[in-house]
């Protein structure tokens, strides 16, 4: 409870913030939402290129792209720990983080929140829209529940495997780069497994599961039957991976040296 | 009563490699490195009682902020018992926090970009302060520290002694028992120091708050505490009173001589051979000092002496200062 009342002052904080600074917020809205747009033509030339993929429509190809931009916005507006080692490790702040009662991940989701990465869960309904449109998808009443339940169990997925990288450089010292290879690995899991080799299926299942970000569980809401299994592996998969690096954070702050003064 | 801190063979170890030279000696890293511990913290044992201030100091590198941060939760310790507020501190973390204050001179524990007052209302919020203890506490703090006009600023147009200011309200918002300060005192002028200094008396004193400070300025230690704790090389060398470190180590006067005429140093050292007396000379002022005994006449012998033979500009007496006190055990390695 105290959790959630915490976030919502983060929130308002942020909203608060940012609300501030009113030039630079209309600059950023502006700028979010033609991000946005380009992703969007982008999607639609390079899609336009290709009509079926190994049993995939182009329509299905772009729903799950579209699928897969819901739980990335969550997971980016939340998990921005991509420069944890820098911020947090080299510059010591994690000594202000560890002096609050608050989980000291928590503390990290509250202050590096980033709201405006949501707008890319519009673009992600539009493209939805768009593809399920063409597709003549019907929406049943569970549809939306289920769906809630998958984007959250996809950014579980996300934020898991990043925290796990993260969690690195409570052990090593060096800065890796690991964290932007990640992110184009990560790219992977928006098309269809399997236009991949059997290896590579594997790793985005079990090893690095990106694919339960986008492809397995958008699968459902294509009924693509023969992966339903796999659509609701995801909010499990999510909740393991998410759990595993949780446990691994709790064991990596008890081995943070601190930075020096 | 029981003591707010209780430390017993604490140690911390780090694991650090060197690096061979070269190239050759990179590849060779790759496969087995030379793996160095160093022993920042060294099985040291101190407690301190409840509304104790205590200075705590060293040099650079002597394991000070290492021992606050294990003291705070922040660091494991590689061995040895911590006892704060009697709770284990990285082992309850969360829960011990929240007893305790916490002010790092050289970083922020406020928002950079959002106003003081919004960051106190979120630190209220984070540590469940109520709306009434906060009114009635730190109504008194804001107008102590004087920060009353800088709440509606944001932090990073504060000036180093406003921000300063702020960040020890900041620490004190849920008025702990506790409180650990990591050089507060640290770039600012003396008379943010003073108003500082006088401060953290009076919460000790209204709320008999436990202090613990670590500093270089040793004139804040002479002001505020009355023990201190000495560390070298993560080794305690002193822990007593800050009086009976001086009585022990302040023996001797020191007498400074400036000269209307050019003398050198071997004509003082043979005019006041009979004296318990050692000169030495500063060269760029060509001041001579003479260290000499406390005993009662040694001064007036010795001025007597050398002022009958030459001609005089300037004579200083001095006592021996805290800090020579300090640069001397330094020098020594031990109390």
């Known amino acids: 409870m ?102 000291s991940l928590f503390q990290i989701v509250l202050e590096r929140m980033e709201l405006e990465s949501l707008f890319g869960a519009i673009t992600g309904f539009v493209v939805m829209g768009y593809a399920g449109a063409r597709l003549g998808l019907t929406i049943n009443w569970y549809d939306p529940i289920l769906f809630c339940v998958f984007v959250i169990g996809g950014a579980l997925v996300y934020a898991g495997v990043f925290i796990l990288i993260a969690c690195i450089s409570f ?91 | 009563m029981k003591n707010a801190i209780e430390v017993q ?64 939760g922040i660091l494991t310790p590689s061995a040895g018992e911590v006892m704060v507020n009697g709770m284990n501190p990285h082992k309850e973390r969360e829960a011990f926090v929240q007893t305790i204050g916490v002010v790092f001179g050289q970083r922020s524990q406020l928002w950079w970009d959002i106003a003081v007052q919004e960051s106190f209302r979120l630190l209220k919020k984070v540590y469940k302060v109520s709306d009434e203890e906060y009114d009635r506490h730190m109504g008194h703090v804001i107008q102590t520290l004087d920060i009353g006009p800088l709440l509606d600023k944001p932090v990073r147009k504060l000036s180093l ?37 006088d401060f953290l008396k009076e919460i000790n ?36 009173a800050l009086q009976s470190l001086k009585e022990t180590w302040g023996e001797g006067k020191e007498v400074q001589f400036q000269f209307m005429e050019n003398v050198e140093i071997t004509d003082l050292e043979k005019l006041t051979r009979d004296l318990p007396v050692k000169w030495e000379l500063e060269e760029k002022e060509q001041r001579f000092i003479a260290y000499t005994t406390d005993e009662a006449d040694a001064v007036s012998n010795l001025i007597g002496t050398v002022i009958s033979s030459f001609q005089i500009k300037d004579v200083k007496i001095m006592e021996v200062s805290t800090e020579e006190i300090i640069r001397k055990i330094y020098e020594k390695g031990e109390v």
Not at chain 1, 196 to 216: E, H, K, M, S
């Open chain 2, 205 to 240: 004193e209204k709320y008999n708050t436990t202090i613990l400070l670590t500093t270089h300025d040793l004139t804040d230690i002479e002001a505020l505490c009355d023990r201190v704790v000495m560390l070298d090389e993560g080794n305690i060398i002193y822990d007593g």
């Open chain 1, 171 to 261: 052990w090593a010292d060096a800065r890796t780069s690991i964290m932007p290879m990640m992110y184009n690995i990560g790219n992977y899991g928006r098309y269809p497994v399997d236009i991949y080799n059997t290896v590579i299926r594997f790793v985005l299942t079990w090893i690095l599961p990106f694919a339960f970000v986008g492809v397995y569980p958008a699968a459902f809401f294509l009924r693509r039957e023969e992966w339903y299994i796999y659509s609701f592996l995801t909010p499990v998969i999510g909740v393991v991976f998410f759990t595993i690096s949780v446990f691994v954070w709790n064991e990596g702050v008890k081995r943070y040296r601190g930075a020096g003064n």
């Open chain 2, 9 to 72: 063979g604490l140690r911390k170890e780090f694991k650090s490699y060197s690096s061979r030279s070269g190239l050759k000696g990179a590849f060779r890293d790759l496969f087995s490195r030379n793996y160095k511990v160093l022993h920042a913290v060294n099985d040291i044992s101190f407690s301190v009682k409840q509304g104790e201030m205590v200075g705590y100091i060293g040099e650079n590198g002597a394991g000070k902020s290492t021992t606050i941060k294990m003291l705070t």
């Open chain 1, 2 to 103: 105290f959790y959630i009342r915490m976030l919502g002052q983060y929130m308002g904080q942020y909203l608060k913030t940012r609300l501030q600074y009113r030039s630079d917020l209309v600059v950023e809205l502006v700028s979010d939402l033609l991000f946005q747009a380009v992703n969007l033509i982008f999607i639609i030339v390079v899609f336009g290129h290709t009509d079926f993929l190994n049993g995939w429509s182009r329509d299905e190809i772009i729903f799950i792209y579209g699928f897969f931009l819901v739980p990335f916005a969550l997971f980016s507006s939340f998990f921005n720990i991509w420069d944890f080692n820098e911020r947090y490790i080299v510059k010591g702040e994690l000594d202000r983080i560890l002096t609050r009662p608050i989980h």
């Open chain 2, 161 to 197: 002694g406003q921000r300063m200011r702020c960040e020890l309200a900041a620490a004190l918002i849920h008025n702990p028992p506790l409180l650990f300060l990591d050089e507060p005192t640290i770039g600012l002028d003396v008379l943010v120091k003073l108003k500082i200094r």
